[in-house]
Every structure is written in structure tokens, then in C-alpha cells.
């Protein structure tokens, strides 16, 4: 059992790290409070003094914001659904005897080691370019047109490149929690006669719901600041601008760091927001 001395001597130890993770988290935070309430164009005159509310009533009556809540949601629901369904069914197969087995894992698991901007370039100039993408040349072997996808299908391209870098994340957490999976009772249940569909209905998949909710988790607070494949890729437009890249160009392309500073803190109210919600779904799963 620890004694007073061990856990002051613990408390001492972690208090760098401690104030140094503070520091790096609230120094931030109270920036963008502070610089939310002024307005602050840096080649427009600098700092022109206290606004109060103005930028967050101009932020949130702009016509861009609410499409871009609802972009930004479209997105993470849309990534999480086809993560999560693809990543049981790969995981489920990954699970069975195969030759090669690790080699497959090791490949399964490659794209979550790409960083964003490389991947969406490769999606952007190898696969959708609508003159020399590999779906390009498909479309046109089959005899149809092809699909200029970063205009036509911009949010579904948008979803479709986020979900090939998360779905190995998904892939290796709930192989995880299917290799922890008793194996006696799936071989009691086919002694008894119970069909596929009904053993993964009645055994995997609710083994799975602390690993699906932890996913969910997860994914979800990193999903929700999604920026570089936009930028890469659509830049904002034909409806793929979410609220962190509106913020962007707030701040950047606007030159208004306090409207920028105010998207921002309407960014962490919604991340709050979505990570609570989250978190009780996830504390009842875990607590099941």
C-alpha cells in the first residue's frame, strides 16, 4: 500500500508534466476567449478594441454557419457508419485462419499510418481525377461517363477518403475485442443449431458494444475538426465546408481573427456538446 511519502513524492514528480499539459491546453483557450471579444484585424488596422458579443452574434447569424454545423455532422455520422459497419465485417473476417493472416492485418491496418494530406492527394489525383483516375479509366471501360467526383459527389468523395484513413482504427479495435471473444460459446450455439445471422446477432455483436462505443468515442472528437482533407481537396466548396474550415477562413483568408476566435469557441461548445453526449452512451455500455 502506498504510504503519504510515495504518493507526495508521485505528486511532485507528475507536476511538471501536469502544469506543463495545463499550460499548453488553457494558454490557448484563454487566447481565443480573449481575442473572441475584440476585433482584431491584423492588416486591417490590428487591434481596434472591444466588440463584447459582435463577433458571436456576427459568427452565428452568417449565412455560412448553420450549412457548416450541418456539413461537419453529415461528415462524422457518415464516416462513423461506414468505419464501424466495415470495420466488424473486417474484423470478423480478419479473425478467421487464413494464409498470410499477418501480412493482411499489417496491410488492413497501413492507411491510419498515411497522413491526411498524402492520402487525400492520392484519392484527389489517382483515383478521382475525372480525365486520369483509376475511376476515370473504370467508368470508361465500362462505357459510362465518368464522375467528376469532387463536384458532383464532393461530400460523398469527402466522406469516402476520411473513412478509408479511420477504418483501420476501427479494424484493430474490434478485432481486439472479437479475439477476446469466448470461443465455447459460438461453438455452443452452432452445436444447437443456431444460424450465422443469429449467432452474430446474439453473441458478436453485443461482445462488440464496448468496443463499437469506444470507436465511436474516439472518432467522433477527431472527426469533428476534419480540415485537411477539405483543404486539399474541395477547399469549401459545392457544400464541403464544415465549421473548422469556415473558421479558417475566418482567420486566414478574412484577416478576422476575432469573428475567427469566435467560430472557435462555438467549435469547442459543439465538441462538448457531441463528446457528453457520447460519454453517457458510452458509461452506460461500459457500466453494462
Avoid: C
Avoid at 507536476?15 to 483557450?29: Q, S
Amino acid at each position: 500500500m502506498a504510504t503519504q511519502h510515495s504518493r507526495s513524492a508521485a505528486r511532485l514528480m507528475m507536476a511538471p508534466a501536469v502544469t506543463l499539459l495545463l499550460g499548453w491546453m488553457l494558454i490557448p483557450l484563454i487566447m481565443t476567449l480573449y481575442f473572441s471579444f475584440r476585433k482584431y484585424l491584423p492588416l486591417r488596422g490590428g487591434d481596434l478594441g472591444w466588440t463584447g458579443f459582435d463577433n458571436y452574434i456576427r459568427f452565428v447569424t452568417s449565412s455560412a454557419f448553420w450549412p457548416s454545423v450541418q456539413t461537419t455532422l453529415v461528415i462524422v455520422g457518415g464516416v462513423l457508419l461506414i468505419t464501424i459497419v466495415l470495420g466488424v465485417l473486417l474484423a470478423i473476417l480478419l479473425d478467421q485462419p487464413m494464409w498470410g493472416q499477418g501480412i493482411v492485418r499489417i496491410l488492413v491496418i497501413a492507411p491510419f499510418f498515411v497522413m491526411p494530406t498524402v492520402s487525400s492527394l492520392v484519392w484527389k489525383n489517382m483515383f478521382m481525377d475525372p480525365v486520369n483516375g483509376l475511376l476515370a479509366h473504370l467508368w470508361n471501360f465500362f462505357g459510362a461517363e465518368p464522375v467528376v467526383w469532387l463536384s458532383d459527389a464532393s461530400l460523398f468523395s469527402i466522406i469516402l477518403i476520411v473513412s478509408w484513413q479511420w477504418l483501420p482504427f476501427a479494424t484493430l479495435i474490434l478485432l481486439t475485442a472479437i479475439q477476446s471473444l469466448d470461443s465455447e460459446q459460438l461453438e455452443a450455439a452452432e452445436m444447437d443449431g443456431a444460424p450465422v445471422l443469429a449467432r452474430f446477432g446474439y453473441i458478436v455483436l453485443p461482445h462488440l458494444s464496448r468496443a463499437i462505443t469506444i470507436v465511436l468515442l474516439i472518432q467522433t472528437i477527431f472527426l469533428l475538426s476534419i480540415f485537411a482533407e477539405i483543404f486539399v481537396t474541395t477547399q469549401g466548396s459545392f457544400g464541403t465546408r464544415t465549421l473548422t474550415y469556415l473558421i479558417f477562413q475566418r482567420v486566414l483568408e478574412s484577416q478576422n481573427v476575432g469573428l475567427g476566435s469566435a467560430g472557435g469557441v462555438y467549435a469547442i461548445i459543439l465538441a462538448n456538446i457531441v463528446a457528453i453526449f457520447l460519454m453517457r452512451i458510452v458509461g452506460k455500455n461500459l457500466d453494462a
